[in-house]
């Protein structure tokens, strides 16, 4: 038996579940995306249609979109600011006792359930919690639809920001201590080895982090759910009214198909963006 | 000494995670420990602790044993849910409400009930049964219940009189309303009525609710009944709309007002109960008729809903007085009662949620 035969033979277990997993269930949504729907009856009916996708070109529509991007991007943005210099001091100190105590808290974060945070979120800084009057410097009145964004964007950094500083340790952890120490021996300070030498040879690291944070963001349900307070309303909270509550599976697929082409467009972009800003022999 | 070898470790596995998956996949027999073993749909909160409590008892009597499990969000999810699984749905009694019932009878999911095999409901009144295309009666109803307008009067300055009043500027921000997939679009109803539409001439409602959102009136949009309570509970909201269970749980901790005897709007009134889902296993289904019809007599109506809040359907039972105040008097009925055309509401749901997001959020947003 040739290599690639044998190659192809290992390979078939994996894709037949890839395709039993992954591509059925989205090939079944993109079909059932373009039944109509009778208002009262549970799912989609006999016959096609693009009614679900040209009455999501209704205006207001492009706005759930903007929301559940632009929150996700700034919150994705937010934790990785956070989590890179957090991670970089986990993967770099020489102090154990310190090492200990990050992955421990960061840990800790990822176990502690999703709900109880956010309802200690809703808690801390809701309308009458006690750091209310966070909105009211930053600006926003807490009883503001706009406060609701906001509540929105801490809760997903709490629910990131663990996941991103875990990743972002192994980035640091595979480049070579030495090659800072290189620069600082031929007189470069701190700061610049961070931006000169650190910083280039850990972005793939930080795009592959990115990505993954930003996918969890824009495809977070319980978050805007719970501190969305009904008037920040990500697509996934779209998807889950018409499957859910209305039964209108055909809209809701309509969405899921939509999500799905502007996720894979803007991964696509962001590595484009990426190929040409970073050098090739870094990126590998 | 007995050692561990891996077949038995399988064998003990399996069994284990075959009885716990029972309720789900059908499979009784010889795992289960006697009788029938039931799978029920129920609301969290008070309901589920009262039906516990009255199912240990109940099991201890007959040997037939219940699983619940918990509607997720709006019953009306529960037909969503059950529509890609049927006929494959482990679900013996699925507890509902007039819409919820409407759109599992479309669907030909509900068994029809007779007074010979549940005796307890010869007691309940005729109007208060679903019924289906042939003129048989297809739920059980153990409540009547309603939605209301109320508010928190220790967070109300002066008393609200009429709905008109929540346009003023002191209830920026202070209502707490459902989202139309909630109680099937009854807020949509009553800001109808109150500006001289129904059901079926809604759009003076809309207009209404547009005035509010765009004044920023609106606080909260809810889902269920754990958001409405913690919205009003935590003074995050004042003035709300919605059912009387979740008010009777707020009424519970804090000074509430029910608007139930508004001059120019109306009580919802709508009948909760169980629906008997079909089931090729006979035993299953009467054990699940048995259960649904214990749920009816007066002792278990009474106790059932006593701590909802709600109104028992068996007029042998009696109501709590703690709420005798919100339902009214058969004279009271006309005056302040509305019973809607939930068939009909229930067909718009779908087309109502979607205007909500088109344009009444994008006015909140702004406002």
């Not at chain 2, 699984?85 to 919820?100: E, F, I, Q, R």
């Not at chain 2, 109007?127 to 219940?145: H, M, R, W």
């Not at chain 2, 109104?311 to 006309?334: C, H, I, K, M, W």
Request: charged letters at 15%.
């Amino acid at each position: 038996m040739s290599m690639s035969v044998l190659r192809r033979v290992l390979l078939s277990p994996g894709l037949l579940i890839l395709a039993v997993l992954v591509v059925a269930p989205i090939t079944l949504m993109a079909l059932e995306s373009l039944r109509p729907f009778v208002g009262g009856r549970a799912g989609g009916t006999t016959g096609w249609t693009l009614r679900n996708y040209t009455e999501l070109t209704q205006p207001a529509y492009a706005y759930y979109f903007w929301d559940t991007f632009r929150i996700g991007f700034i919150a994705s943005a937010a934790a990785l600011l956070l989590a890179t210099p957090l991670a970089w001091q986990a993967a770099r100190t020489t102090q154990p006792a310190l090492r200990v105590l990050i992955f421990g808290l960061l840990i800790s974060l990822l176990f502690m359930s999703l709900i109880a945070k956010l309802y200690a979120i809703q808690m801390t800084f809701g309308p009458t919690g006690p750091f209310a009057a966070l909105g009211t410097l930053i600006g926003v009145p807490a009883r503001s639809p706009q406060y609701a964004q906001v509540q929105v964007f801490i809760g997903l950094l709490h629910f990131v920001l663990p996941l991103a500083t875990l990743m972002m340790i192994g980035t640091f952890q595979n480049i070579s201590p030495r090659l800072e120490e290189a620069a600082s021996s031929l007189g470069a300070p701190r700061w610049s080895v961070a931006l000169s030498v650190t910083l280039p040879l850990a972005v793939p690291g930080l795009l592959a982090a990115f990505m993954i944070v930003f996918a969890a963001c824009i495809s977070n349900f319980v978050v805007p759910l719970i501190l969305g307070r009904g008037v920040v309303l990500f697509a996934t909270n779209l998807m889950y009214t018409r499957f859910s509550d209305i039964a209108d599976y055909p809209s809701g697929a309509a969405i899921g198909v939509i999500m799905l082409v502007l996720a894979g467009t803007m991964v696509y972009a962001m590595t484009a963006i990426v190929r040409r800003l970073v050098p090739a022999d870094v990126q590998r | 000494m007995n050692r561990l070898s891996r077949r038995m470790l399988l064998r003990d596995l399996g069994a284990a995670g075959l009885s716990g998956f029972a309720p789900f996949t059908g499979i009784d027999g010889a795992l289960a420990a006697q009788g029938e073993q039931l799978l029920v749909v129920m609301w969290g909160a008070a309901w589920i602790e009262v039906c516990r409590k009255i199912a240990e008892v109940y099991s201890a009597k007959t040997g037939d044993s219940v699983a619940w499990e918990l509607h997720a969000g709006g019953a009306m999810a529960i037909v969503a849910k059950m529509k890609p699984l049927w006929p494959h749905v482990s679900y013996n009694l699925v507890s509902g409400w007039d819409p919820v019932f409407r759109a599992m009878i479309r669907e030909d999911w509900v068994l029809p009930v007779s007074l010979d095999e549940m005796p307890a409901l010869k007691d309940i009144p005729p109007a208060f049964f679903q019924k289906n295309d042939k003129g048989e009666l297809v739920s059980v109803p153990l409540s009547t219940s309603g939605a209301f307008w109320g508010y928190r009067t220790d967070l109300v300055d002066s008393p609200v009189e009429s709905i008109e009043q929540l346009l003023e500027p002191r209830f920026k921000g202070k209502l707490c309303v459902p989202f139309p997939v909630n109680l099937t679009g009854l807020l949509m109803l009553t800001l109808a009525v109150q500006r001289g539409g129904n059901e079926r001439n809604i759009e003076p409602g809309w207009q209404f609710l547009k005035e509010l959102a765009s004044k920023g009136q609106i606080g909260r949009v809810i889902n269920n009944n754990s958001e409405f309570i913690d919205s009003m509970s935590s003074g995050e909201t004042s003035v709300a709309f919605f059912n009387i269970g979740a008010w009777t749980t707020v009424r519970k901790r804090f000074p509430v007002k029910i608007l139930s005897r508004l001059k120019d709007n109306k009580g919802y009134l709508f009948n909760e109960g169980f629906a008997v889902i079909k089931n090729d296993d006979p035993r299953k289904v009467a054990a699940a008729k048995a259960f649904a019809n214990y749920f009816a007599t007066p002792a278990i109506n009474e106790q059932y809903n006593w701590p909802l809040g709600e109104g028992p359907t068996n007029p042998n039972a009696r109501a709590n007085p703690d709420v005798a105040d919100v339902f009214y008097s058969p004279q009271e009925l006309t005056q302040y009662a509305y019973i809607p055309d939930y068939e009909y509401m229930s067909s718009q749901v779908d087309a109502w949620a979607k205007r909500w997001e088109q344009e009444i959020t994008p006015l909140i947003r702004r406002a």
